[in-house]
């Protein structure tokens, strides 16, 4: 399965965590949609793809149940023991979890800041991200021939331009 780290700033924070590929559509599509939070991106997302929403919330209640304020152990150890493709999903709580969130995962690593409006494409090996394209649909177990054609606001931009 080819694999992207998928980083998101909000008002609240940061979370981070590893999808495949085509999560990198529907996020694209959902910011088309001018989500301003996670909980918003991840509604808009599921629109497109049925896994994200549950993987990255279920991921968050882990981490959370795990990594007390000011107890980081438990990410720490992750951090130093797992292979980058399979750390948890986790949110940014530190120099070593932000360091973590910028690390590119076999096809790269994109953030999303929902804040400024921007994608930064740190790297991109999978598909170059366009401000008008098409997110196919996966009910929650396959692709499915259904495709929804999105375009991002003039207000949001992507970063590096090609």
Same mark, same amino acid.
């Given at each position: 399965m080819n694999l992207m780290r998928y980083t998101v700033v909000d008002r609240d924070g940061t979370v981070s965590f590893v999808a495949d590929c085509h999560a990198l559509s529907a996020l694209v599509a959902s910011c088309?949609?001018?989500?301003? +939070?996670?909980?918003?991106?991840?509604?808009?997302?599921e629109r497109y793809d049925k896994r994200i929403r549950e993987f990255?919330? +279920?991921?968050?209640?882990?981490?959370?149940?795990?990594?007390?304020?000011?107890?980081? +152990?438990?990410?720490?150890?992750a951090l130093e023991y797992c292979a980058p493709?399979?750390? =948890?999903v986790f949110r940014v709580v530190d120099d070593k979890t932000r360091q973590a969130s910028l690390q590119s995962v076999k096809a790269g690593?994109?953030?999303?800041?929902?804040?400024?409006?921007r994608i930064v494409q740190i790297q991109n090996t999978y598909a170059e991200i366009q401000r008008r394209g098409k997110v196919r649909i996966h009910d929650g177990s396959r692709l499915t021939n259904k495709v929804y054609v999105y375009e991002l606001p003039p207000d949001w931009s992507?970063? =590096?331009?090609?």
């Open positions: 088309a949609e001018a989500a301003e +939070s996670l909980d918003e991106l991840l509604d808009y997302a990255v919330t +279920s991921g968050l209640a882990v981490f959370d149940e795990h990594n007390a304020e000011g107890n980081y +152990s438990a990410i720490h150890k493709h399979e750390l =948890p690593v994109i953030v999303f800041n929902l804040k400024d409006r992507v970063v =590096p331009r090609r």
